[in-house]
């Protein structure tokens, strides 16, 4: 288990080891906060984060995947992959029914796949361009037939990616509008009882969950506390036991997990990747050039970021892929703090004196600080910045209209760089209207043909030979200004056991967790 690199203060905390001798204990219930509210939980429909943290027990894949991001059985008991790397065939467990009784078969992963979520869900669709065919010979075989080899293939059936849905609900149905969708019936170890907006989700046990004696809990409560301090006091008074990561202010994590019997763990986001950077702008203005934009990149003390605004959560970024994402390199050009130097490319720029607009990620105090902080940074070096703030939907326009010259973001990677790191870096991914994909503007054809090769290439050595040479010419091009691996704990009591077990954390892991009494 990876452990925090917490502040001082924080040294006598508990950390949670896997305890392999306990025997766990059925019944009790699990109250977590989720927040914000999820606008919906149609797994099928709606992609955010909330929607994948409860939505995570209610519906299911194929596959789950370990911490070091190997696939695991899930819907799928077992898979082969042919020797051309053109075919893939997914055996299903045995006895799997959705909440409503009816049995879980081939057809409904077809539907799923081909007919409901080619239609819906834009990132699985950029994998689906790959596959030709989708077919089940038998009811509890699926047979996926690939046009050309897909390195990631295999990484494409996460939950919140690939969830499977109840064809006998939606075929011939408006998805958008079906009823179904304010009930939500998966094939997962928990079923939906209630939803009282504004204050709780409410999941109840699956007693007819396919894998014998799981889930061990009764029920889980997923509290909405907008307040991120009065989400804190719910902890330290005892109205909720887990804390999903993100949900409290990093200033208070140090406090928090001083309180007696609480464990935290930054697992269960190796999937995930949260990698944070500057977006720099450079479809016109100053950041066009790559010594304005390098000097940036130096000016930034993001050991100081981390260690002061992270509570030493966290580690530095080297460059385009996150260190739990497959293929990434340690090796790129170099990207420290240095000031001296960013004043000497300050100096071979030409830069003007205009003051650069800096964009705020509206996601709390730490954000507001670490944008401060970062304006400092350039205004030692002869930088100026003016901060212009937002709420949440006018840094979604800012950033999608390309209104900034700098905006902070973090992105997740999926994985695997075909599936969350090639977007921001393709040419042809360049386009305004979306927050998420190339909104620097980078345009390197070597940098397009890197990625493309790589994302078909079936030989591992070789994949990892083309994203070697790719993430060294992006970082020398430096089309962003990388900053901080995000570590977001889960804090929660140390009686709760085995809550995070797989690469996406408490968003698929509560069928796993029990409470110790």
């Known amino acids: 288990m990876k452990l925090l690199k917490l502040a001082a203060t ?61 696939p695991m059985p899930s819907l799928a008991k077992s898979w082969e992959k042919s020797a051309d790397g053109l075919t893939y065939t997914f055996h299903l467990q045995d006895g799997v029914k959705w909440h409503d009784g009816a049995p879980f078969t081939s057809a409904d992963v077809v539907f799923s796949v081909d007919t409901f979520l080619r239609s819906t869900h834009a990132r699985l669709r ?7 065919e989708i077919t089940a010979p038998d009811d509890s075989t699926v047979v996926f037939r690939l046009s050309e080899p897909f390195g990631p293939f295999l990484g494409i059936f996460e939950t919140g990616t690939m969830p499977m849905l109840p064809r006998h609900i939606y075929e011939g149905t408006d998805f958008a509008s079906n009823p179904a969708n304010n009930t939500p019936i998966g094939t997962g170890p928990f079923k939906f009882e209630a939803w009282e907006k504004g204050s709780y989700i409410h999941l109840v046990k699956n007693e007819d969950y396919y894998i014998e004696g799981k889930p061990y809990l009764d029920d889980i409560y997923y509290h909405v506390i907008p307040d991120a301090a009065s989400r804190a006091v719910a902890y330290e008074t005892g109205k909720v036991d887990l804390l999903p990561g993100g949900s409290v202010e990093n200033f208070d994590v140090p406090r928090l ?46 050991n100081f970021a981390r260690d002061a605004l992270w509570n030493g959560m966290g580690e530095l970024a080297t460059g385009p892929v996150n260190s739990a994402t497959k293929f990434h390199a340690e090796d790129t050009p170099d990207i420290s703090f240095d000031p001296d130097k960013a004043r000497a490319l300050v100096e071979a720029s030409g830069y003007d004196g205009t003051p650069l607009r800096l964009v705020p990620l509206p996601y709390g105090e730490t954000w507001q600080r670490w944008a401060e902080m970062t304006k400092q940074n350039l205004q030692d070096v002869g930088i100026k910045v003016e901060l212009v703030a937002t709420d949440v939907a006018g840094w ?24 969350g790191v090639s977007r921001t870096f393709l040419s042809d991914n360049i386009g305004k209207g979306s927050p998420w994909n190339n909104v620097s503007g980078y345009v390197n054809p070597e940098v397009d043909d890197l990625f493309t090769q790589a994302a078909v290439q079936a030989d591992e050595a070789k994949r990892r030979s083309l994203y070697n040479q790719a993430q060294d010419i992006i ?43």
């Open 10 to 70: 924080t040294a006598a905390l508990a950390f949670a080891w896997p305890l392999a001798a306990e025997t766990p204990q059925y019944g009790g219930t699990l109250n977590a906060v989720i927040q914000p509210e999820p606008p919906g939980l149609m797994l099928g429909l709606i992609q955010n984060g909330p929607t994948q943290m409860v939505s995570g027990q209610i519906y299911e894949s194929l596959l789950r995947y370990d911490t070091d991001l190997n």
């Open 126 to 132: 950029a994998s689906l361009a790959y596959v030709d």
């Open 257 to 302: 997990t001083a309180l007696d019997n609480t464990c935290v763990s930054d697992d269960g986001w190796e999937f995930f990747g949260p990698h944070s950077w500057l977006w720099m702008n450079m479809h016109e203005g100053p950041l066009a050039d790559k010594n304005l934009r390098k000097a940036v990149m130096h000016a930034l003390d993001r």
């Open 396 to 419: 979604n326009q800012k950033v999608s209209e390309w209104d900034f010259d700098l905006a902070f973001t973090y992105l997740y990677q999926y994985g695997d760089p075909a599936l």
């Open 475 to 517: 970082v020398d091009d430096v089309p962003v200004a990388w900053l901080l691996e995000l570590g977001f704990p889960t804090i929660y009591r140390c009686d709760v056991k085995n809550p995070i077990n797989t690469a996406i954390g408490v968003n698929d892991g509560l069928r796993d967790a029990w409470i110790a009494r």
